[in-house]
């Protein structure tokens, strides 16, 4: 019971810690640190960073057409369906004690502890619980846009607490567990459909098989229906969404219709095409880095076995090279969790530790500098209070 606890305090330190600092600065309105210039608007510039408002604008008026008219953002209500509603739910449900901005800040942190714990078990399947705990803490700071989007107002903690989770039990053959964790997914962000993807075609390739080396009356008393139903929650959860935009926005593919906020162009790579609207600059060579590390954690899980995690990050990293957004990093952290297990072997060396302490202070110099500046302009703060 006491390791129990020690772990768990463990796992609450890794992850409030990390954040606390990036806050202290904006909190106290610090000028500058390292040189770098600093807002003076407090904690304001946490809340105001992309997409937090926004979220709050939907926990308060649930896409409702006439309620979103009375903020002072000029986008159509459509746009706001590109947010699905499990996070927003989530702010307001907490805005009653907290009020809406820090209760999204609350949900965000709270996810984060959620996500880091799913991280920390998962992980134990591959390694003794002092390389857990060490691969924990990296997750916790690495890589750094992680670190942002859980200290800011932000979906992806909740999406990749429950990503993480789902693939654990899937991983367990628990597939029931597995289906309401990615359903849950499904509520929070539209990528969440990608893990029905992976899933379907592991189970259905791995029956596919029994039936080409058995015989069919011998190979089907093993498809076990049952696990397909189970990961069909997950398009199930997309099915609720999109009622929820049919009741009201009157639009059942109103997701479809939100604007350009989906990101997804043919050929591939089309991210190098610096004249694209969400990339807008020609200096994206680290964009290789990102395909790098994705082929060669791919290949890692493939030649270790790990069948069902290189299903995922196949399925997850393929949907990337179609992905024109120069924020390409946030879109591959669904990801990065596995690429964990992939590299373990090199994360838990004495080199990379001492490599990641001196990191350490690139990741957070780079935090500050991205949250400083990834701030919506907001005229009227008033609805959203």
């Known amino acids: 019971m006491a390791l129990k606890l020690k772990v768990f305090f463990s796992i609450l330190a890794i992850s409030l810690i990390p954040t606390l600092l990036i806050w202290i600065p904006f909190f106290f309105r610090i000028e500058s640190i390292w ?11 946490i809340v105001a960073n992309y997409d937090g408002p926004f979220y709050i604008l939907v ?18 209500a459509e746009y706001y369906a590109a947010h699905f509603p499990l996070f927003p739910l989530l702010i307001r449900l907490f805005s009653y004690t907290f009020g809406s901005p820090y209760s999204m800040l609350f949900v965000t942190a709270t996810s984060s502890i959620l996500a880091i714990f799913f991280f920390y078990i ?14 924990t803490f990296i997750f916790s700071v ?6 942002i989007v859980r200290s800011v107002g932000s979906a992806e903690p909740l999406f990749l607490a429950m990503i993480i989770a789902s693939v ?27 893990l029905f993807i992976a899933y379907f075609l592991f189970l259905f390739i791995s029956d596919f098989k ?60 089309q991210i190098f095409n610096y004249s694209s609207a969400w990339v807008g600059t020609f200096w994206l060579e680290e964009i290789i880095f990102i395909y790098l590390f994705g082929f060669l954690g791919l290949i890692n899980l493939i030649n270790k076995k790990e ?9 997850f990293f393929t949907s990337l090279l179609f992905v024109s957004h120069r924020d390409l990093m946030r879109y591959a952290l669904p990801i990065v969790p596995f ?47």
């Open 339 to 385: 690429l964990f297990s992939a590299f373990s072997e090199t994360l838990v060396k004495k080199d990379f530790k001492l490599i990641l302490l001196i990191l350490l202070i690139p990741i957070y110099l780079f935090s500050l500098s991205f949250i400083s500046q990834n701030v919506m302009p907001v005229s009227d703060w008033t609805p959203l209070l």
């Open 142 to 147: 690495f890589p750094a846009r992680w670190l």
């Open 168 to 194: 654990y039990f899937f991983r367990k053959n628990k597939f029931f567990l597995a289906g309401i964790f990615g359903l849950l997914a499904q509520l929070t962000k539209s990528p969440g459909i990608l």
């Open 210 to 269: 029994r039936i080409i080396i058995e015989t069919s009356q011998h190979a089907s008393k093993k498809i076990e229906l049952k696990r397909y139903l189970s990961i069909s929650l997950i398009p199930l959860g997309l099915l609720i969404v999109f009622l929820i935009y049919k009741i009201q926005l009157k639009d059942f593919f109103a997701y479809f219709h939100s604007g350009d906020n989906i990101h997804l162009f043919f050929p591939p790579f």
């Open 59 to 76: 926990s308060k008026t649930l896409y409702n057409p006439k309620m979103v008219g009375k903020f002072s953002f000029t986008l159509p």
């Open 35 to 45: 040189k770098i210039p600093l807002p003076k608007n407090g904690m304001e510039t």
């Open 307 to 315: 069948t069902p995690l290189a299903w995922v990050v196949g399925v």
């Open 122 to 135: 998962f992980t134990n399947e591959f390694t003794n619980k002092k390389n857990a705990l060490w691969l």
